[in-house]
């Protein structure tokens, strides 16, 4: 399978930060899935790491008038430099519920969550979706990205986010 730039799309959902400056902000971002089939949504996080839970929001608009949290399928990823396999993904796991959503594992290693997205595993009529990031109550320092792929309009000018 090649894949070329022009076939995905980026999509900034948090620039790196301490997530606990942020005070349980939602993303200012909504993903516009309308013309792609798959947000692979990439969250990373340094050390230290705090426990601020994960939660994906399917939505009616840009607003969004209608954010409902939404369950997901996600892989773990432990980062460390100087461990084998480091780059090599944990098990495939579903979120219990909507609302408990993903909560990160606070150890003293770097981490990567990477969130599996289906067009269709939004609300029917939503356009799209958010991420949201709970106040961990501590430092916290990640950053988010969403890759859309499988496009059924594609245009490289095409954009794919509603800043709110």
């Not at 899935?33 to 009616?60: H, K, Q, W, Y």
């Not at 408990?100 to 594992?105: K, R, S």
């Not at 059924?152 to 000018?157: E, H, I, L």
Request: charged share 15%; with cysteine.
């Amino acid at each position: 399978m090649n894949v070329k730039l022009e076939d995905v799309h980026l999509v900034n959902l948090y620039t790196p930060v301490d997530i606990d400056t942020l005070q349980a902000a939602k993303s200012p971002v909504v993903c516009l899935m309308r013309n792609f089939n798959t947000a692979l949504i990439i969250v990373s996080f340094g050390v230290p790491r705090a426990a601020g839970v994960i939660t994906v929001e399917s939505c009616d608009d840009i607003v969004p008038t209608t954010a409902t949290q939404i369950m997901f399928p996600y892989y773990r990823y432990e980062t460390s430099l100087i461990t084998a396999n480091g780059d090599v993904h944990g098990a495939r796991t579903w979120t219990t519920t909507a609302a408990a959503g993903l909560i990160p594992v606070a150890t003293g290693t770097p981490v990567i969550y990477v969130i599996e997205l289906k067009a269709n595993m939004l609300n029917a009529d939503d356009i799209g979706f958010r991420l949201c990031i709970a106040d961990p109550g501590a430092a916290s320092v990640g950053y988010a990205v969403a890759i859309l792929s499988g496009g059924r309009f594609q245009d490289s000018n095409l954009t794919s986010q509603a800043v709110i």
